[in-house]
C-alpha cells in the first residue's frame, strides 16, 4: 500500500491487519535509522527482497526511491 503522507495508508493498514489476521509491515521502520538516517539505496533493496520475501503480508509506505521497489508475484 502505497501514497502519500497523511492519507490513511497506516490506518487502513492496521485495520486491514486486524480483519485478515495478516502481518503489517511499515516501511518507515525499516528505512529510518536513529537520527531519521536514511538507508543507503543498495542496503534497501537487500531489505525490501528480504521483506516481500515472508510469505504473508501487508507492506505499507512512502516510495522514496522508485527504481528501488521491490516486488513479488503473490502466492495462494
Not at 19 to 45: A, I, M
Not at 47 to 59: K, M, P, T
Amino acid at each position: 500500500m502505497v501514497g502519500s503522507g497523511g492519507a490513511g495508508k497506516s490506518t487502513f493498514a492496521r485495520t486491514l491487519g486486524r480483519v485478515t489476521e495478516l502481518p503489517v509491515v511499515h516501511l518507515d521502520e525499516h528505512y529510518w535509522h536513529p537520527g531519521w538516517v536514511e538507508t543507503p539505496r543498495d542496503e534497501w533493496v537487500v531489505a525490501q527482497s528480504a521483506l516481500v520475501a515472508q510469505e504473508r503480508w501487508i507492506i505499507k509506505g512512502i516510495i522514496r526511491i522508485p527504481s528501488t521497489c521491490v516486488s513479488r508475484e503473490p502466492t495462494r
